[in-house]
Nanobody, 124 residues
């Protein structure tokens, strides 16, 4: 069983930046697509973005609009989500997820393993 542990969530002001990290226990991390999702209070979980294992292809949700960047360090089994120019509507629990089939999926059911999430709160 793969374990994913997110960290880095915190309370910030609108316009600030936050970098989230997600460490994977998978021996095959370097071959997984890693994705980020978020869930705001009272709303369904939504796709934020994902990156393939080679780090040469990524997909982002439209609302990201260049504010968020995903990167990964396969030597450290870690994927990052850099979030810039945060807005109050970015307030949510952020989850990382792993797809061992290596797709660039935007649907939850395309991911096999999930972390417990980390809270990001943006105050306006």
């Amino acid at each position: 069983q793969v374990q994913l542990v997110e960290s880095g969530g915190r309370y910030v002001q609108a316009g600030d930046s936050v970098r989230l990290s997600c460490v994977s226990s998978a021996n095959s991390f370097s071959r997984h697509t890693m994705g980020w999702f978020r869930q705001a209070p009272g709303k369904a979980r939504q796709f934020v973005g994902c990156m393939n294992w080679r780090s040469n292809s990524a997909k982002y949700a439209d609302f990201v609009k260049g504010r968020f960047i995903i990167s990964r360090d396969n030597d450290k089994n870690t994927v990052y989500l850099q979030m810039n120019n945060l807005k109050s509507e970015d307030t949510a629990v952020y989850y990382c997820a792993a797809d061992y089939l290596g797709r660039l999926g935007a649907r939850e059911n395309e991911y096999h393993f999930w972390g417990q999430g980390t809270q990001v709160t943006v105050s306006s």
